[in-house]
C-alpha cells in the first residue's frame, strides 16, 4: 500500500486529492498545525480513513519528524497562504507559508528519504503582468501580488532542489480551480453563494470588485488527478493545468445567476474595496505538455463547473429556509 502526506489537506484541493488517493488504495496522511482552527467540514465524510501528523510548515523540526514517522512514498505540498487579496495586508507571513515552508519541506525530504516523490502546488498566479498568451511551462513569470512572488520562490525551490539533489520533484502550474469546496472568500464560491441566497429571498445585493479580469477556471476534482500523474512519472517535470479557455468575472457571474434565471444587472454592484492594489487581467494556460506526457485533459468545462457550483449552493441553502 503506498503512502502519502498531503499538507493542506482540509483546503478545497487536499480534499479531493484525499478523495483520488483513497479510491487508488492509498494510506493517507494528512499534515495539520497543533494550533490550527481551520475546519475539517471539507474531509469530514473521509475523516476516519485519514491519518492526521503535526506539523508547521514555520517548523523545520516538526516537519523532518512528521516525514520520518509517516515514511511516505509521495508528499504533495498544497498549503499555503492561498487567499491572494490577504497576501497584501500580511506580506511576511505570506512569504514564510508559501515561500521558506516549501524549502523547509524539500530539506526534510533530503534529509529524511531522497526518493521520496513531490508534487509543489505552483500557481498560475506568477504570470501575474502576462508576457505572452497563452501562458506556458516556458513563459516567463511577472507575479503581481505577494502571493505571487511567493509562488515563484516556491516554484524555482522546487527545480533546485530537482536539479542539485536529484529529488524527484514536480511542480504543477494550476490555474484557477473550483468546487463547491472553495471558501466562500473566493469570488466565484462568493458569486454562486450570493446567487442562491438572491433567489431564496436571503440577500438582495452583492458587491464586487473588478468584473472585467478574465482567468482559466477549472474543476478542482479535475486538477487533483494531474497531480497525482505528475508523481507517477519516472522523470520529474513541470506542467501547466488548465483548460485553454478564458472568461471574465462578469461572464461568471452571468453564468450564475442565469442558472437560477435571474437578471445579474439587478443585483450586482461594483465595491472599489474590491479592487486589488496590482490587478491580473488576463489568465489562459496551454496544458499541452499534460496532454502528451499524463494524457490529462479537463472533463468538466465552464458551464458545467458554474452549474455544479450554484447547485450545490442552492440545495445547500435551501434546507435552511422554510
Not at 531522497?114 to 511577472?142: C, L, W
Not at 525551490?157 to 468546487?179: D, M
Not at 461572464?251 to 443585483?267: M, T
Not at 474590491?274 to 496544458?287: K, Q, T
Request: contains cysteine; neutral net charge.
Amino acid at each position: 500500500m503506498k503512502k502519502a502526506l498531503i499538507t493542506g489537506i482540509t483546503g478545497q484541493d487536499g480534499s479531493y486529492l484525499a478523495d483520488l488517493l483513497l479510491e487508488k488504495g492509498y494510506k493517507v496522511y494528512g499534515m495539520v498545525r497543533r494550533s490550527s482552527v481551520e475546519k475539517l467540514d471539507r474531509i469530514e465524510h473521509i475523516r476516519h480513513k485519514i491519518e492526521f501528523v503535526q506539523a508547521d510548515l514555520l517548523d523545520q523540526l516538526s516537519i523532518i519528524s512528521a516525514i520520518r514517522e509517516v515514511g511516505p512514498d509521495e508528499v504533495y505540498n498544497l498549503a499555503a497562504m492561498s487567499f491572494v487579496p490577504t497576501s497584501w495586508s500580511q506580506p511576511v507571513l505570506t512569504g514564510e507559508f508559501t515561500a521558506i515552508g516549501v524549502t523547509r519541506m524539500l530539506e526534510a525530504i533530503r534529509l529524511v528519504n531522497k526518493d521520496i516523490r513531490f508534487y509543489q502546488a505552483s500557481s498560475s498566479e506568477m504570470f501575474g503582468k502576462v508576457k505572452e498568451i497563452p501562458q506556458n511551462e516556458t513563459t516567463p513569470f511577472h507575479p503581481r501580488s505577494p502571493y505571487g512572488v511567493a509562488k515563484v520562490y516556491g516554484h524555482f525551490i522546487t527545480v533546485n532542489y530537482r536539479e542539485s539533489y536529484g529529488i524527484k520533484a514536480s511542480s504543477g502550474i494550476l490555474f484557477n480551480h473550483e468546487s463547491p469546496r472553495r471558501g466562500l472568500e473566493f469570488v466565484t464560491r462568493k458569486v454562486t453563494n450570493a446567487v442562491a441566497r438572491i433567489k431564496l429571498g436571503l440577500q438582495k445585493e452583492l458587491y464586487l470588485g473588478n468584473l472585467d479580469s478574465k482567468r482559466d477556471w477549472g474543476y478542482a476534482k479535475d486538477y487533483v488527478e494531474a497531480m497525482w500523474l505528475m508523481l507517477q512519472q519516472e522523470n520529474a517535470d513541470d506542467f501547466v493545468i488548465a483548460t485553454g479557455v478564458t472568461h471574465s468575472v462578469k461572464d461568471w457571474v452571468k453564468a450564475s445567476f442565469d442558472c437560477l434565471g435571474l437578471d445579474w444587472e439587478k443585483y450586482v454592484k461594483v465595491d472599489p474595496r474590491f479592487l486589488r492594489p496590482a490587478e491580473v487581467d488576463l489568465l489562459i494556460g496551454d496544458s499541452t505538455k499534460a496532454s502528451n506526457v499524463l494524457g490529462w485533459k479537463p472533463k468538466v468545462d465552464f458551464e458545467g463547473l458554474v452549474k455544479i457550483m450554484v447547485e450545490s449552493d442552492y440545495n445547500l441553502l435551501k434546507k435552511y429556509v422554510i
